[in-house]
């Protein structure tokens, strides 16, 4: 089996995960570069990987089949740019990037580059998740007629360098609309269709050395079916619940139960449907060999360009709303 060549560009929390997990699917050799040499070292020592001091060598030096984006979101879209160049597939961590300034020119080199482009909203890659949006597809709700989405972490405890890293500035990518909340509103447009207007009200609670918010409601409207959004990042639970009410029933999927489940009218009680438990790295992995599956021209459930595209616009809006205390409506 020919090895497919994947550079991991950004080698912090998400990247050695990344470097570690297209690893694991054996179908890949793996390379890595970061412009922090310390963290480069320790790369090469954990998984004996060709390393690189910036991405600049990294071309220069070796040919890559494919690329996986992990550094902040700011610089998501220029390395895109330069990747899709040189014509290879790309694999863009979340959020896409912090505003649509590059989009126009990202969509005319993928189609310049005929290369497999997707972006890492891992959700897509939940057992549960796809089970209830094929659920949804069978149409036994009825019209859908509200969502509404409660989720949060204690995220010093999951994340205890917040304050030092991307998360503590929202030009960075960074405040829970951009880095937390947005893994949610790309399912629910996953499974719903898009935002079209939302009123955004947020706020810096908790988190003690950052000022981005860290709280965040959402009221929004995907067309005509109405939607609410609430996080904390404070919170004791590391909880995320999703209600999604149609006009014969309900389906809800609790994330830190790894099940979905099925209440119609009528009904006694929920119909649940859980997945065996999963470790985090395995979502990942799946996440990886899908995206080997993308490269390979198979189909695969990964978040596409003009999807994650939308959750941006979603981003923008939401932070735009908080901003002036309007009611924004998404085009
Ligand atoms: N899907 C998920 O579950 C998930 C989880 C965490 C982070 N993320 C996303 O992944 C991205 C990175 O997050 P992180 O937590 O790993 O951040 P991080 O700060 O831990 O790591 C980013 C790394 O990128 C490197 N870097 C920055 N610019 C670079 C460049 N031009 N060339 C090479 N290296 C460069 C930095 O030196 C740093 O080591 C963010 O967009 C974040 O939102 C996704």
């Known amino acids: 089996m020919t090895l497919h060549s994947i550079l991991i560009i950004g080698c912090g929390s998400i990247g050695e995960r990344h470097l570690r997990c297209f690893k694991a699917t054996g179908r890949c050799s793996v390379s890595a570069c970061d412009q922090n040499p310390a963290l480069l070292a320790a790369m090469q020592e954990r998984y004996s990987v060709p390393v690189f001091e910036s991405l600049d060598a ?7 089949d494919a690329a996986v984006i992990c550094t902040p979101a700011h610089v998501h879209l220029p390395i895109a740019l ?9 694999f863009i961590e979340k959020p896409l990037a912090i505003d649509t300034a590059l989009v126009p020119q990202v969509r005319e080199a993928i189609q310049q580059a005929r290369r497999f482009v997707a972006v890492a909203y891992v959700y897509h890659l939940m057992p549960w998740l796809l089970e209830a949006r094929n659920f949804l597809g069978s149409g036994e709700l009825g019209k859908i007629l509200h969502v509404s989405s409660t989720s949060g972490q204690h995220f010093p405890s999951f994340r205890p360098a917040y304050r030092d890293i991307y998360y503590a500035r929202h030009e960075l990518g960074g405040g829970a609309i951009q880095d937390a909340l947005t893994h ?14 939302l009123f955004c009200d947020a706020a810096h609670q908790s988190l003690e050395g950052v000022t ?14 109405l939607a ?25 999927v609790e994330g830190h139960h790894q099940r979905w489940g099925v209440l119609l009218h009528g009904d006694k009680d929920w119909s649940w449907h859980a997945t065996a438990p999963l470790e985090r790295d395995d979502l990942f992995i799946a996440q990886a060999n ?16 003009e999807e994650a595209v939308r959750t941006l616009k979603f981003n923008a809006a939401a932070l735009l709303s908080a901003h002036t205390q ?5 085009e």
């Open 184 to 197: 949610i509103v790309n399912a629910v447009e996953w499974l719903i269709g898009p935002c079209t207007s």
């Open 82 to 90: 330069t990747l899709l160049g040189k014509e290879m597939h790309v």
């Open 212 to 225: 981005v918010e860290d709280t965040v409601n959402v009221t929004a409207r995907h067309g005509d079916v």
């Open 228 to 252: 609410s959004y609430a996080m904390t990042q404070f919170q004791a639970p590391n909880e995320n619940t999703l209600l999604i009410n149609g006009e014969h029933g309900s389906l809800k």
């Open 58 to 64: 990294a071309l220069a030096e070796s040919h890559f």
């Open 290 to 305: 899908a995206f080997v599956d993308g490269m390979d021209g198979k189909s695969t459930p990964l978040c596409c360009f």
């Open 326 to 330: 309007q009611r924004i409506t998404i």
